[in-house]
């Protein structure tokens, strides 16, 4: 809700110090855990990156604060809290569809084939989703900005495809050449049979820009309909196969 605040107020900084605030306290955590030779066990790290998330949240509402005088009042407004459902709902269809896929095939690959192969290859995805932030983040300002100005639709997703092959290419160039160093660094296992899986997985930031910016157009335009049932055959077919 705080990236789409500051989205929706040309703000976009405020979601970089956010998420910069939320890692940094983890990372200081089990720094700090390690030099002096503690040793940590999952519940630890759950609840030091939890830990990061609050804060996170209490960054962004000294940001409302500051820049909007802004402060939390929960109210229960029954017309208000319907128009919002009628309006989120659909959306949040929209994402789901476009997410599910992505949290299915572990799934799927764990039965079929077996943990060992989810592994190698989550790993593989979780290096990649970091190139595949670029297109979504700019797919959202992409959202906001043809909200304020519809009329600017064809231009500003030009603009958004740009960006997204720009930035997400900039990222894709770096996973492509160091992904045996940076999956080296979960162990030797990973640099030698997860690195051309990321490789792969890096070109389809190109169909990926494509799909975040027809969703954003879909979003701002009202046509959820058509994105849904699109992104459904495209799901289906992808965990099909």
């Known amino acids: 809700l705080l990236d789409q605040v500051s989205l929706a107020f040309s703000r976009g900084w405020q979601s970089s ?27 630890d790290l759950f609840l030091a990156w939890s ?44 994402t789901l569809v476009e997410r599910a896929p992505a949290l299915l095939v572990p799934v799927l690959v764990t039965v079929i084939a077996s943990p060992e192969i989810t592994a190698l290859w989550y ?24 909200l304020k100005d519809p009329e600017s639709a064809a231009r500003r997703t030009n603009e958004a495809i740009r960006s997204s092959l720009l930035f997400g290419g900039a990222l894709g160039l770096v996973a492509l050449v160091a992904a045996p160093l940076l999956l080296g660094l979960l162990g030797p296992e990973y640099a030698s049979q997860s690195a051309a899986a990321l490789r792969i997985l890096v070109l389809g930031l190109v169909p990926y820009t494509l799909i975040q910016s027809y969703d954003a157009v879909s979003r701002a335009k009202g046509h959820l309909k058509e994105a849904v049932m699109s992104g459904s055959v495209g799901g289906g077919i992808l965990l099909a196969a």
């Open 123 to 146: 790993a593989a995805w979780m290096a990649a989703w970091a190139v595949f932030t670029a297109p979504v983040v700019v797919g959202l300002a992409h959202f906001a900005e043809i």
């Open 51 to 94: 830990m990061g998330t609050f804060v996170a949240v209490g960054v962004g509402a000294l940001q409302l604060h500051s820049s909007h005088g802004y402060r939390f009042q929960p109210r229960a407004v029954p017309s208000r809290m319907l128009q919002l459902a009628r309006l989120g709902i659909p959306m949040q269809l929209l």
């Open 17 to 43: 110090a956010r998420y910069l605030a939320s890692v940094a306290l983890p990372v200081v955590i089990v720094g700090i855990a390690a030099l002096r030779g503690g040793v940590f066990g999952a519940g």
